[in-house]
């Protein structure tokens, strides 16, 4: 029988740049083992086209533990774990395939909002004990990556409510930063590392909660 | 005959720190060769008494070619290039020794300020090149790092003039910046990397000089 | 017959301020006529507890045509209208009744979240047209402010669906930016006048619908 | 006999703005009492060629107590006293008249730098127990602003040592503000009762130094 998994998705360069962090932090910690899951990378393209059937068949294909989306957020300084996201589209650049919606729904007709089901604080306190700078943010922007937590969101809601999700923004890596006067970053290192104990808070609270309901396999 | 140096002055932990950036880039940069020179490391105590006479028993002892002081500067995101050092200590924490002088002289009666002789702009330049987040900054504030480089600039001007000096500040380690809530950081790999092509840019201008001059030995 | 009218909320001092802007601009506002309508202040306590009681009596008192929340947001620097309410209370200080709940929700069983029904992007372009700075926000925050702006939605969303809502932050007067080292702040004034104009731009806005709908008096 | 004069400096608008808000300073108060003196205002050019000979005219003609330059620093919050001038000039844009020098000298010869002769702290505590929004700076930057600065200590350091002079940067007015996302502001109110104070408080401290020195007239 195989481990469980956790599914963590990146995304290819976009806003052009050559490299994108989280699409790093996918590599770095793919097919690693995080408290007894493997950790399965699905890197996504940065389209507004096709994020729900490719997360769809993401999760169908191997039926995670937990989903955890990774995107970059040039502008921040740490590891920013998100705590809801909305059910709006409103790209201020175009995306990777030129589409550019303004005021549009993720979904529509699904709800204004999902709140992340991962524990964000047990997330952040363990980020903090490990001497990792991490914040708590109450916004994931309304470009692809919001989307991407919205629709994952509402996968799991409707699809496969056992799973829980979230999202965490990633700040550039120092040579993207290089190229932005004033831009703060975080070395691939210090993120694989934040994203690596995040992901285990994450799992051992998931535990807890198996426990608790008395469903541990 | 022994190898030209680098003087290459750091600090203590201060203001509640168990860790100074200045430190661990000296540490990991002593003894290194940059451009021919051997890196020689100098770890200051976070205190304005004796400044001077440390400094001046440091450059007497190894006749650099140049003297580079790092300093920690926690709400900075990037490695800052010092262009001026002022007269002027205003101090708004105590330093390692309980002293809070405020609005007093570096040194009585010296200049109201010294510029860096270091060609700043092209360490800069070779930062962006090599992918090291940096900027120049027009002060290096009233507390101990100004007032040491302050004091590195009138001993050279007024004892060694052709040696060249000039600091450079440093964000918080990512281990620091996790205990404080929205501080950037830039790990220690990037830091000692970014120190030492800055060190290297300021030889080769340095050299460029000399040859210019017919000074080359 | 009495003149359509706007209900605009604001807030009592809090987290040790003599003064709150929201209370100011309500003041300010207060009995005027903007484009035929009357503004009805109402100063809310900055409280958790009877929230939605005291919204509830104001709307069913008033009967208006928009529902305007402003609250103080120390931080920001110009008028920033808030697109989304979040179903969730996670106070950082306590209220000035001393609660300070974490982690709940705002009014339980209600949705995650509630979109602004104002025109905020129409608001936005008015305030920029009239010269007073101003800002779209994805994030009203956890504490009081947030919790009056989801349950006006919510109350609007389940008993009064004609009626439109939304809430606007507004930085420090100057006064109180004075004690607040760094803080941005804008002058009643300014405040005042922006205000004013974000209700004529979302009044002017729901009269089209009004018209569009063939509904008008 | 006429009455003691203070010296104001204003600047035409610069950088693509219709407005600057050291003018509009310097209009409010010209032709003011404060404190028992006349502010003259001195609108100047945003150019770096004739600083000295405009300056060291409008010195000889007014004989002022005190001169006061204000300028605007469009990313700035709160009214920022300027502590120190360099002599540097490294232009990111160019001035008014399409000069934009780098890496030279304000006045070829003259010292590194000048500190303000006015009372520094007084003002900025003059200006919080007004509750005006104020802050030091160590940096007036390098474009003209800082050489205005500079020129001015100079020039009273050379020319007319018993007159102190010092610099205000300025944020952006409200209605310039709007056009940039983001920036912070002040209104010309607070602007101009802010100035006006930090005359106040710089006259009373010069008026204290007469005084001591038993030179009152």
Redesign the interface.
């Known amino acids: 029988m195989s481990a469980p998994t956790v599914l963590l998705t990146g995304f290819e360069p976009f806003d052009g740049e050559e490299v994108n962090p989280a699409q790093e932090v996918a590599h770095e910690l793919g097919g690693e083992r995080i408290a007894g899951h493997r950790v399965i990378p699905l890197v996504l393209p940065v389209t507004f086209e096709g994020i729900s059937s490719r997360l769809s068949e993401a999760i169908a294909a191997t039926h995670p533990t937990i989903a955890v989306g990774i995107g970059q957020a040039g502008s921040r300084?740490?590891i920013s774990i998100e705590?809801?996201a909305?059910n709006?589209v409103d790209a201020r650049i175009a995306d990777n395939a030129g589409a550019q919606p303004v005021?549009a729904p993720v979904i529509a007709g699904a709800?204004?909002?999902?709140?992340s089901t991962l524990p964000v604080?047990a997330m952040l306190a363990a980020?903090?004990a490990?001497?990792?700078?991490?914040?708590l943010s109450?916004?994931a922007?309304?470009f692809v990556c919001n989307a991407v937590f919205f629709a994952t969101m509402h996968l799991l809601a409707t699809r496969h409510p056992p799973v829980r999700g979230g999202f965490i923004h990633v700040p550039y890596l120092?040579?993207q930063?290089?190229?932005h006067?004033?831009?703060?970053?975080?070395?691939i290192?210090?993120l694989s590392k934040g994203i690596g104990i995040a992901i285990e808070a994450a799992l051992a609270h998931a535990q807890d909660l198996r426990v608790a309901a008395g469903t541990t396999d």
Chains 1, 2, 3, 4 share one sequence.
């Open positions: 300084a740490r705590r809801v909305i709006l005021d709800p204004a909002a999902y709140f604080k980020l903090e490990a001497g990792v700078p991490a914040e109450f916004s922007g309304s120092p040579r930063a290089a190229r006067p004033g831009a703060p970053s975080l070395d290192g210090t």
